[in-house]
């Protein structure tokens, strides 16, 4: 995997692209508890850093048959309403 870090020029094209002003204009939505900040790709990290930061992320995932889950559990609800 190869990773090649933005630059403030390619960060400021691709939000105006999409209408954005800001990365946290961006991501207004999304609750600050949601929100990853340990992934600040900005300080320009390495490329085999970022891929041990990514794959120690990825570890945390569960497979879906490895725990309990409920299909559609909120869409009855939505349903009969």
């Not at 094209?13 to 999409?18: D, E, G, N, Q, S």
């Not at 879906?64 to 559990?73: E, F």
Request: hydrophobic share 40%; proline share 5%; aromatic share 12%.
């Amino acid at each position: 995997m190869r990773y090649l870090p933005l630059t403030q020029d390619d960060r400021r094209a691709m939000l105006a692209k999409i209408g954005a002003a800001s990365v946290d204009e961006l991501f207004r939505d999304v609750p600050p508890s949601a929100r990853a900040a340990r992934f600040d790709l900005a300080n320009h990290l390495g490329e085999i850093e970022v891929e041990r930061m990514l794959s120690d992320f990825a570890s945390q995932n569960v497979a879906a048959g490895s725990r309990p889950y409920w299909s559609s559990t909120g869409y009855w609800q939505w349903c009969r309403d």
